[in-house]
């Protein structure tokens, strides 16, 4: 029947009688593909797998070989030779100062100018070298000399061996018991203690042998009465000829200082004079 209108196709009958589902409303607004033979091309290609991620950190057989170590330095026999050399150097150093000290030691008690040794004139330990007393003669004196058995001034001479093999002598040759006036010449000087008075003591000094003496240096000269002692190193006090001016001595010489020291008044009935040096006993003198 006909009702005016164009007659519409059946739908195609799928196979066992089934009609085809219809398209969807959207597929038919869709536009119509053109053939792109590149898009073709790409979709026929087959997707490439992205390379799987390996944890070297997990799997120690995939992590590389560890470096061989570094080849150590030869060691060099060098060190031990320069350490022992050194040692034989120490030792034979050490031999050296011994036979110095032997053989000086030697030197100081039998060789240079004769000195015959004997027991310290005052009785004094062996750390004091022993000093002796000779006369004008040059005759030894062994009975004088100490505290109580003073040699006499400006008879008897005081001599002491050296550390260098030599003898150093010494004579107060002249007192002055009543200085202080020529103290005072000098307005330097400062006067003497309210109750003692200046001394002035006229002293040789001679040198024999080897080696050297510095008399300022290795002479002790000091006064000791009932109640004081003086010694020049202890005074400021210039004279006409300080000892300090004589500087060093050696084999030959010989030189003359004056020397200040202070004495309670009323004490020259007392008074002894000590002379000694740096490392020798001290010896006594008094007035006759």
């Known amino acids: 029947m006909s009702d005016g209108s164009s007659p519409q196709p059946l739908p195609a009958l799928a196979p066992g009688g089934a009609a085809d589902p219809a ?65 034989l150097a120490l030792a ?3 031999l050296v100062l011994v036979l110095v000290l032997v053989l000086g030691g030697l030197f ?7 000195y015959e040794l004997s027991d310290p004139v005052g009785g004094y330990s062996s750390m004091y ?24 001034l400006g008879e008897h001479t005081l001599s002491w061996p050296t550390v260098s093999g030599g003898i150093v002598e010494v004579t107060v040759t002249e007192v002055d018991w009543d200085a202080d006036a020529a103290v005072a010449t000098d307005p330097a000087n400062p ?12 002293v040789d000094v001679a040198y024999t042998g080897p ?21 020049h190193m202890d005074l400021d006090v210039a004279t006409a000829a300080p000892l300090r001016d004589i500087g060093a001595l050696t084999d030959g010489d010989r030189a003359t200082a ?27 003198l008094a007035e006759r």
């Open 23 to 87: 398209p969807a409303p959207w597929a038919l607004l869709a536009p119509a593909q053109r053939d792109d033979p590149h898009a073709d091309t790409a979709q026929a290609e087959p997707a490439q797998a992205e390379p799987a991620q390996v944890d070297t950190w997990s799997d120690p057989s995939l992590l590389p070989p560890p470096s061989a170590p570094p080849e150590r330095a030869r060691s060099s026999a060098l060190p031990i030779v320069a350490i022992v050399l050194s040692s």
């Open 108 to 114: 100081y008690f039998y060789g240079g100018a004769p």
């Open 191 to 202: 006067p003497p203690d309210p109750s003692a008075g200046y001394v002035l003591a006229t």
């Open 258 to 284: 004056i020397v200040a020291l202070e004495l309670a008044e009323g004490e020259r009935g007392s008074a002894l004079f000590s002379v000694e040096t740096i490392d020798g006993e001290p010896l006594y």
């Open 211 to 231: 080696g050297g003496t510095v008399p300022t240096e290795d002479l002790y000269l000091c006064l000791e009465s009932t109640s004081w002692a003086s010694c």
């Open 129 to 152: 070298t022993p000093g002796r007393v000779t006369d004008a003669s040059g005759a030894v004196v062994t009975d004088v000399g100490t505290y109580d058995r003073p040699a006499t």
């Open 92 to 94: 034979v150093s050490g």
